[in-house]
Every structure is written in C-alpha cells, then in structure tokens.
C-alpha cells in the first residue's frame, strides 16, 4: 500500500508497470517502519497483559483486606426466640438484647368487593368518582378489568392499588402503605349526580366508601409502642413483626465466615502464582512478529487470530516486577510471627502448607479439618496471626506484623511499579510519563518520521519513472520517425 501523496500519472510509454515496479521497491523500503510498528504493538500488548497482572493482584488484595481486621472475624447477630412472631432482618451495628411483646401488627387500608361475575363484561354505566380526591371515570364500555386498571395506573397519586382474584371474584383495594394514617375514600366525581357513585359501588360491589389502616402495636422492655409499619428496630436490629405473641432478642458470636475469607485468601494467592509464573516463564516466539495492516490484509480472520496468539506469548518473559513479587510474598507467608514459643506463628500451624512439588511454584494448600480445629479451639491465635500489628521490634528472622497486612503492604507496592510501568490510563496507546508510554511516544515519532521519509523516497521513484517513461516515448518517438524515412 502506497504512502499517502499526490496524485500521479504514470504510463506514458506504454512499455512500464510503474506503480507496480514502484510498489516492490518500497516494500524494502519500509522495512524500517514495519519494525517500528511492531515494536509499537508489542509495547501494546505488553501494557494489556500488565494490566491484566494488576486486576490479579486488586483481587488478592482484596482478599487481604478481608483478614486484616478483626471485626470481620467474629461477628456479633441478633438472634430470635420465637420467628413466627419477630424474624430478625439484619444485626445492624448494634445487636442488643431485648423482650418484644406484639399486641397487633400494622395493616394497610383494605376494601374487599363481593363476588363478581366477569371482570371483563361492560358495566353499561357511566360516570366519574375519586379515589382519595383523584379521578377515576368509567363509561358503557368499560369493565371492571380496565376500571382496576385505570386505579392502577393514578397508584403513584392515590396510594391504592387494586386486584381482581378470579378464583373468588372479589375485587382487592389496598393502600401501598401501612398504618393508621393510611386510608381509601371514595367519593363523588366534581359534578356528577349522586347516581354515579352509587354506579361505581354497584359496579365493583363494594358494601363501604371508605377504610382505614391500622398501626403496630407493641412493648420493648415493657415500654408501649406503636409503628406505621411492622418493619421496625429494636436497640439497633432490624426486625419485622410477624404476629401477636412474645420473643427475645438475643446475639450469638458469628464465625463461620472466617473460614470461607481464609479459604479464598489461599485460592487467590494460588490464582496469582499460577498467572505470574506463567507470563515471566513463557518465552517470546520468535518466528512470530506482530503483523502489519498489509500482512493482514493476506490472511483470513481465523489466521490473524492464530498468528497473534503466538505473536504475544513472552510479553513479560522474565519480568521483574512479577517474579519480585512472588518471591516477597513467599518469603512473607513463610516469615513466622513474633509470639511466645507454643503459640501459633505460622500458617503450617493452621493446616496451611507448601506444595512439596516444586513445580507447583510454592502454591498452598489447605488441610481444613486442621483449620477448623485450629478457629473452634485457638481462634484468638488464629485471628493474631492474620491481624497482629505492633511498633515493639521483632526478634531476628521474625516479624510483628500479621499476615493479612503483610500481604496487603507487599501488593500495594507491587501494584505502584506497575503503575510507574504502565501508567493509570484506560487507553492502550495513552503516551504518559510511564516506562511504556514513554516508550511509545518515541515509537510514534519515529513512525511518523518514516512515514516522511516514505513519502519523500516514492515521490523521488516516480519523478525517476517519469523521466524514464519520457525518454522512452521520445525514443519510440524517434524510432517510428526513422522507421517512416527508411520506409
């Protein structure tokens, strides 16, 4: 594919392919711009797969985070006597003790129609009512399905909503809300002759106009209260009233989910070694380059795939900051805590070891009938070890900082010298101050540079072409001219 310029006429002579001889002579040519280019892809690449290494290591971060603090491993919930007459809906911040005694539970205004025949045959009447103080009109034509649906629709205003239970025949009008400041009223349309409410009650089958909501009524401790809603809380715990009756509230000590956080903390660690030893071990092929638009352009979809594949194994082929960071964090986990002899100092101690295999990379694993022993019997060591934190200094070859904040220290440094590599950008060609952006700032200088040169050396060919194909017409010019006179 010819570089960029002005537009030319070739062809003169009639005797020369020129744009195609021009052609093959720039494909030697650009060699040096095809080399830039795929460096600038590989620099590409290289930024993608990086960025990849740092979602791995926010993952397991994460999964530190979770174990550094001992609030997240026990937990304090609320717990009640009796569910069918108060369900707890979360602890909250608080899970205090208390006794509820439930008189009666909230409820919303309700009217309940008498049976109706079909909800879909015409009311043959006509007229206009409201719905607290909203409008609600019906005509011949309307049936009870599309009255329900118009209440329906003005809920948002009304606060009632309406349903149509075939199996019964009855017609529900419920408020959205509960207590007893809820209510339905219905009256007479502005204007309309007393005949149209008694058409709509007629209608709907309605033996009351009007209804009204009821509040909660309940003691904590003793002490009466009532609630709009049989959502409620009590000393800092959500509960919801289910019925009349008494229950206690008491707390319990949560533990269960430590087991699952230390449990993901190992399959992460074991996650990131298999990802990091797998890119800073795969060597670079090669055979295989990136390619340019006009390779690509030879090949199908299926073969570009293919070839790129190849093309970006080895991206970080021995890199620093991945085989740094694998071997901090081995010699982190295997760093024991500074504790008095007998206590746990070690992940080993827990049911946690090394894979004997060396070609497991240092990967864990987990003996979890060990650990379980270890959390019902020794939780206090357990939780030490993860969240220990102390400014005294620690005997030689030991460490006062729990393994949770180890982990967590090491990743954020390991996830900085990938920043400084790659910068923070989304973009896989942003040229920031990283190692990688200002690499390819430099590869798209010398690109566009080339792309010059380029330029310049196909206009100095085809100002050759030119003269060349001028000369030949001039010969063949010539030669017709001698052939005519010696004819």
């Given at each position: ?420 590599k790659i910068g923070s950008g989304t973009s896989l060609e942003t040229m920031d101050e990283s190692t990688i952006g200002k690499q390819l700032r430099t590869l798209n200088d010398q690109e566009s540079n080339w792309k010059s040169k380029l330029l310049d050396i196909e206009n100095r060919y085809y100002k050759k072409f030119a003269a060349m194909e001028q000369a030949l017409q001039k010969m063949n010019s010539q030669s017709s001219w001698l ?5």
């Amino acid at each position: 594919m010819a570089i960029n310029g002005p537009i030319r006429i070739t062809g003169f002579s009639g005797t020369l392919d020129t744009d195609s001889l021009i052609t093959k002579l720039m494909q030697a040519e650009r060699l040096p711009l095809n080399k830039v280019q795929k460096q600038k892809q590989f620099a590409m690449w290289q930024r993608e797969d990086y960025q990849a290494m740092n979602t791995a290591l926010l993952s397991f971060r994460k999964a530190a985070n979770n174990l550094r603090f001992e609030s997240n491993f026990e937990k304090a919930i609320a717990t009640s006597s009796n569910p069918s007459v108060l369900d707890i809906t979360s602890s909250g911040t608080a899970a205090g003790s208390a006794t509820v005694e439930v008189t009666s539970l909230a409820a919303s205004a309700t009217m309940i129609s008498g049976k109706i025949a079909s909800d879909s045959t015409p009311v043959n009447q006509t007229g206009k009512v409201k719905i607290n103080d909203v409008e609600i009109s019906f005509d011949a034509q309307s049936t009870v399905s599309s009255i329900i649906k118009d209440i329906n629709s003005k809920t948002a205003q009304t606060g009632v909503k309406a349903n149509f239970d075939k199996s019964s025949g009855a017609v529900y009008l419920t408020t959205t809300a509960s207590g007893k400041d809820s209510k339905i009223e219905i009256t007479n349309g502005d204007g309309e002759p007393a005949s149209s409410l008694d058409a709509f009650k007629d209608i709907l089958k309605l033996s009351s106009l009007s209804a009204g909501g009821s509040d909660a009524v309940y003691k904590v401790n003793n002490v009466d209260l009532t609630s709009s809603s049989n959502s409620i809380s009590v000393n800092g715990v959500q509960v919801i009233l289910k019925s009349a009756g008494t229950a206690s509230i008491g707390t319990a000590t949560d533990r269960s989910g430590i087991m699952d956080g230390i449990k993901n903390f190992v399959e992460q660690y074991n996650s990131l070694i298999d990802l990091f030893s797998g890119a800073s071990t795969t060597r670079k092929n090669r055979d295989y380059q990136p390619l340019t638009n006009e390779e690509k352009e030879a090949m199908t979809e299926s073969q570009i795939t293919q070839w790129e594949k190849r093309a970006r194994q080895g991206t970080l082929y021995r890199d620093n900051i991945l085989t740094g960071t694998l071997t901090t964090l081995r010699n982190s986990l295997n760093t024991p805590l500074d504790v008095p002899k007998g206590q746990i100092q070690l992940l080993a101690n827990i049911g946690i070891t090394v894979r004997s295999d060396y070609k497991e990379n240092g990967k864990l694993d987990i003996d979890e009938k060990k650990l379980g022993e270890a959390i019902n019997t020794n939780f206090e060591e357990v939780k030490n070890l993860f969240t220990m934190s102390s400014k005294d200094e620690p005997n030689p070859g030991k460490t006062n900082i729990g393994i949770a904040d180890r982990v967590y220290n090491i990743v954020n440094t390991q996830m900085d010298a990938i920043k400084k590599k790659i910068g923070s950008g989304t973009s896989l060609e942003t040229m920031d101050e990283s190692t990688i952006g200002k690499q390819l700032r430099t590869l798209n200088d010398q690109e566009s540079n080339w792309k010059s040169k380029l330029l310049d050396i196909e206009n100095r060919y085809y100002k050759k072409f030119a003269a060349m194909e001028q000369a030949l017409q001039k010969m063949n010019s010539q030669s017709s001219w001698l052939a005519s006179q010696l004819g």
